[in-house]
């Protein structure tokens, strides 16, 4: 356990410690030294602006974010489980997975404004896809045995929706969601530097503007930590719902070693 933690902060420990000392003799105006964007980053962040800009960004991704997953896992296993309905919509699916997110940003502030609800659409656009996709090809792979099984023995309906279709599927939604929330962040972001008036993006916008730099790259750290903080919050999640599957794994490990 030791070894593990130590590995996983090696290398950010190593990078931080590298920008400190490269950056500590900067005088360049637009990349000041690490340890001015420290001391402005609790002061910058810690006061009325997490109230007012951060807590704000993370109920949008959270909104956004949750949508993606109902619509997408949704979708995914009426699509996955029948073959018509997949052949007539996989054209369709390709096409609007290759549109980036960001270019619907003024289509979706004319049809939503330019409140809250266009932020989480944009979110909830780009989250959809990976989710989604994965969630189809998961119900696809379902194990040809199992699915006989289930016949003969006639479970059906609701019990073999939970049984087999979605923990059968279950590895592949998991990373499709993960791929999801990382998706979601960028887009967190990028729909709060169009016509917002708070949030993160558009506060670290705001300073790049007053030419606040310090304060401009404590937000791309903010970003960061918030990122790292997600992903671990994620491989809690992901290690519960998927304790089943990971330990199956690690016995067929633990017999191909003994092999």
Same mark, same amino acid.
């Given at each position: ?6 590995? %996983? ?12 000392? %490269?950056?500590?003799?900067?005088? @360049? ?22 109230? @007012? +800009?951060?807590?704000?960004?993370? *109920? ?5 974010? %949750? ?5 997408? =896992? ?14 007539? !919509? ?25 409140? +809250? ?13 990976? =989710? ?6 998961? !119900?696809?792979?379902? @194990?040809?045995? #199992?699915? +006989? ?19 059968? *599927? ?15 962040? =960028? ?8 016509? %917002? ?11 790049? @503007? ?11 750290? #903010? ?7 997600? *992903? ?8 519960? !719902? ?18």
């Amino acid at each position: 356990m030791i070894r593990r933690i130590a590995l %996983a902060v090696a290398l950010p420990v190593v990078l931080v410690a590298a920008w400190w000392f %490269a950056s500590a003799g900067s005088t @360049d105006f637009y990349f000041p030294p690490l340890k001015r964007i420290l001391e402005v980053f609790p002061e910058t962040w810690f006061g009325p602006r997490m109230v @007012d +800009d951060v807590l704000p960004s993370l *109920a949008r991704l959270g909104i956004g974010y %949750a949508a993606a997953l109902v619509a997408g =896992i949704g979708l995914g296993m009426l699509i996955g489980a029948n073959r018509t309905l997949r052949a007539v !919509v996989e054209p369709l699916l390709e096409f609007l997975r290759a549109v980036p997110p960001p270019v619907l940003v003024p289509i979706l502030m004319l049809m939503a404004g330019i409140g +809250d609800l266009m932020k989480v659409l944009v979110i909830l656009s780009g989250c959809l896809w990976p =989710i989604l996709l994965n969630t189809v090809e998961g !119900v696809r792979a379902v @194990d040809e045995v #199992l699915k +006989d099984t289930c016949r003969s023995y006639k479970i059906r309906g609701r019990l073999r929706l939970l049984h087999l279709t979605v923990r059968s *599927a279950s590895p592949q939604i998991v990373a499709g969601a993960r791929q999801a929330l990382s998706i979601g962040i =960028i887009l967190m972001v990028i729909s709060e530097m169009f016509a %917002a008036s708070s949030g993160i993006g558009f506060t670290v916008i705001q300073f790049k @503007d007053g030419f606040r730099i310090p304060q401009m790259w404590s937000g791309v750290l #903010l970003l960061g930590l918030l990122g790292v903080l997600l *992903a671990w919050a994620f491989r809690l999640v992901e290690r519960r !719902v998927l304790g089943w599957y990971l330990g199956m794994r690690a016995g067929i490990q633990g017999v191909r070693k003994e092999r």
